[in-house]
């Protein structure tokens, strides 16, 4: 099993950064890849970013690239994603999940997610 719990969250204006975390349990993380989703109100929820479990191959949604960074350290068993240039639009609640199927960016076990909210 694995466990994953998000923290970084936070209200920020719009041009500013944030940083969030995701700390990881479980034996099956190294092997995995990791990424992060985000739901803002109204909306389903969508896809943000991967990356596989050595940590070099990444996946972006095209709203986010070149602003967004994801990161992950295995020895800590945390992936990170790094957010630049935030807008209001990006304003939504983020969760980070294990990808257990990498073109079709599915993920099988979620964290509880983190708000972030970008004003204007």
């Known amino acids: 099993q694995v466990q994953l719990v998000e923290s970084g969250g936070g209200v920020v204006q719009a041009g500013g950064s944030l940083r969030l975390s995701c700390a990881a349990s479980?034996?099956?993380?190294?092997?995995?890849?990791m990424g992060w989703f985000r739901q803002a109100p109204g909306k389903e929820r969508e896809f943000v970013a991967s990356?596989?479990?050595?940590?070099?191959?990444?996946a972006y949604v095209d709203s986010v690239k070149d602003r967004f960074t994801i990161s992950r350290d295995n020895a800590r068993r945390t992936v990170y994603l790094q957010m630049n240039s935030l807008k209001p639009e990006d304003t939504a609640v983020y969760y980070c999940?294990?990808?257990?199927?990498?073109?079709?960016?599915?993920?099988?076990?979620w964290g509880q997610g983190t708000q972030v909210t970008v004003s204007s």
């Open positions: 479980g034996r099956t993380f190294l092997g995995y890849a």
């Open positions: 999940a294990r990808i257990f199927n990498w073109s079709e960016r599915r993920g099988d076990y």
């Open positions: 990356l596989d479990f050595s940590g070099s191959n990444t």
